[in-house]
């Protein structure tokens, strides 16, 4: 069999993990040919593919990014896109199936895909860790490892100034990072998006701190709204899914509990350095062993399938499953962390 393989939606640390977990069991153990899909689904669109060997994925579990390229593009847009295109571009190409390893905009296509006759697995990453079924996506790990290091820095920073220190992280709509990352760092205060509050009570978590000769530390989520906010905060337009994209909460925050508090503030949009360089321990084992188990799955022809993380073990679930809703905090984890507020 030859195999496609995809990286899409925003890159995330541990895909070239993957990568090299399903080239070397798939072409040692099985002996499956693969290649490699340029920039997600326009290089299945376009057929844009190029020879994927063990000497191509060598080294690469360490390495952040992706070799393949990354895009958001929209597989049933355009000329060329929709099911019966691609399956005839594949077939152009002797392209028996595809490894779409991808997010929430990405599973969605391929699930689109598969239930139109199109031979797709899928892995699932992001470092938002918004995909519910699997209990961690990769890149997660990774993500709250370079906030929580971010947020230490600041609190040295913020203790000397005696200021107080607003830090805001990626993760949609989802408080995973938040939530982890700040507890990781001692914050006074987390702000996720699952648990709406107004200015007045994170002033009072703020000055709680103060009281006590801290310098305080909010985390806030980009997703994060204030009570009575409709929405998330977001200026700077669409992505290519039609959603908004994100970021900047904590630059209205920030004034305002200088205002309301008397306390000097500054904030710190963490953006994209929580996505860069290379994956964590972690990351790196669960990307390479969703690699080997989409090797397996391929072998079995588990189309329509995704591996995903359950407890400690890779398991096999439907496509659609991973798109029921988000994996958003439950309750109970965020009251863990409140109690150590203020
Ligand atoms: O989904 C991963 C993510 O990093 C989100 O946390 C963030 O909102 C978004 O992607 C940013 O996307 P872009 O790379 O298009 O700015």
Redesign the pocket.
């Known amino acids: 069999m030859k195999i496609g393989i995809l990286t899409s ?2 890159d ?1 640390p541990g895909l070239n993990a993957v990568i090299r977990g399903v080239v070397l069991k798939g072409t040692e153990t099985y002996d499956l040919e693969f290649v490699g899909i340029r920039d997600g689904w326009r290089g299945v669109v376009e057929g844009d593919f190029f020879p994927l060997t063990r000497h191509e994925v060598k080294g690469l579990s360490k390495v952040g990014g992706t070799i393949l390229g990354t895009s ?1 593009t929209n597989p049933y847009e355009g000329e060329r896109g929709g099911a019966e295109n691609i399956a005839k571009t594949l077939a152009d190409h002797g392209i028996d199936g595809i490894i779409a390893i991808g ?1 929430e905009g990405t599973l969605a296509a391929a699930n689109r895909l598969a239930n139109d006759g199109i031979n797709v697995l899928g892995v699932p990453k ?3 860790n918004d995909l519910k079924a699997t209990d961690y996506s990769f890149g997660f790990d990774t993500a709250v490892n370079i906030a929580t290091d971010a947020m230490d820095r600041l609190r040295t920073t913020g203790d000397s100034h005696q200021r107080c220190m607003v830090a805001e992280v ?3 709509h989802v408080g995973w990072i938040a939530l982890h990352a700040g507890m990781a760092a001692g914050a006074h205060a987390i702000c996720i998006p699952e648990v709406p509050m107004s200015i007045e009570e994170i002033c009072e978590l703020v000055s709680s701190a103060n009281a006590r000769g801290r310098a305080p530390l909010v985390v806030v989520s ?1 997703g994060f709204t204030l009570s009575g906010m409709d929405e998330a905060y977001s200026d700077k337009g669409l ?1 290519a899914f039609n959603r908004p ?3 900047g909460i904590s630059e209205i925050l920030a004034p305002e509990i200088e205002r309301i508090t008397g306390i000097e503030t500054r904030s710190t949009v963490l953006g ?1 350095i ?2 860069g360089g290379s994956p964590s321990g972690f990351d790196r084992v669960l990307a390479t062993r969703l690699g080997l188990h989409a090797a397996d799955a391929i072998v079995d022809q588990a189309w329509g399938e995704m591996v995903s993380l359950r407890g400690t073990e890779i398991v096999r679930v439907p496509l659609a499953d991973a798109l029921i809703e988000l994996n958003t905090v439950p309750r109970s984890r965020y009251d863990e962390a409140a109690a150590l507020f203020g």
């Open positions: 939606g925003g995330c958001r997010g992001t470092i938002d990626m993760g949609r980009e992505d994209r994100l970021g994209h929580q996505r």
